[in-house]
């Protein structure tokens, strides 16, 4: 194992209360016994390589793995909150990377259904067995519309910038990704300038990312708070968001 993919499972925090669900108690009976079915060895190895061996995988092509989840899922009824997280904190404890996809996936349809409650949840899945591959779908489809359908989370999100956890941070700095015309600048900016130190490429990364995003839909600010901050930005920050620019 990698020291990054190490490090990752270091930063798992204690999983909050498992809610009873029969919906999830049939989603994952079906969905353990039909995901193996299509289980390619020698895909699998290369897959975990390419992730840094954070986890080890099943080896199901992404489009193959969708259509398994569509069978899974037939006939199934709308989840509540409860559902959400039960099937979700059910995924992320088995081994194989394809059933935290499932989950993720899961949650980026159904998010709505979910209330600023469950965000202990969503920490502790951002957390836990963390590398870019979830954790990205998480903070963008998850995280955000949480926020943006209860604004009070933001000073959530105000405490996750300051995180010893490079993943909590991430996600903070990528919850505002998808939001266009109603991105927060003072916070975007804001998050950007107070972590621009950080070290890890994931961090830095991040910061690049979130300001080209921005720059779709206005790029006057983000190139004026760029040269306004360039001796603040590591020159991957500033090289990923003028990319387009």
């Not at 990377?97 to 502790?124: I, K, T, W």
């Amino acid at each position: 194992m990698s020291d990054g993919a190490e490090a990752a499972r270091d930063t798992s925090e204690a999983a909050p209360g498992l809610p009873g669900s029969a919906l999830a108690d049939t989603v994952l009976e079906r969905l353990t016994a039909l995901y193996p079915t299509a289980a390619d060895p020698a895909r699998a190895r290369s897959a975990a390589a390419y992730m840094k061996h954070v986890a080890p995988f099943l080896g199901i092509p992404t489009p193959r793995r969708r259509a398994l989840s569509r069978t899974v899922l037939e006939g199934t009824a709308r989840p509540g909150e409860a559902d959400c997280a039960a099937i979700a904190l059910r995924c992320w404890v088995l081994p194989e990377r394809e059933y935290q996809y499932f989950a993720a996936d899961y949650l980026r349809r159904h998010v709505a259904r979910c209330s600023s409650g469950f965000l202990p949840v969503l920490r502790h899945l951002v957390s836990t067995v963390p590398w870019w591959d979830t954790v990205d779908v998480l903070a963008a489809h998850v995280a955000g519309p949480l926020v943006a359908a209860d604004p009070e989370l933001r000073k959530d999100m105000d405490v996750w910038i300051e995180d010893d956890d490079l993943w909590i941070v991430r996600t903070a700095l990528l919850h505002q990704l998808r939001f266009k015309e109603a991105t927060d600048t003072g916070r975007l900016f804001g998050y950007c300038l107070r972590r621009a130190g950080h070290p890890d490429f994931f961090i830095r990364k991040a910061i690049g990312w979130c300001l080209r995003e921005y720059a779709k839909t206005d790029p006057q600010s983000v190139r004026g708070f760029v040269d306004g901050a360039r001796g603040q930005l590591s020159p991957l920050s500033v090289r990923e968001a003028t990319k387009h620019l």
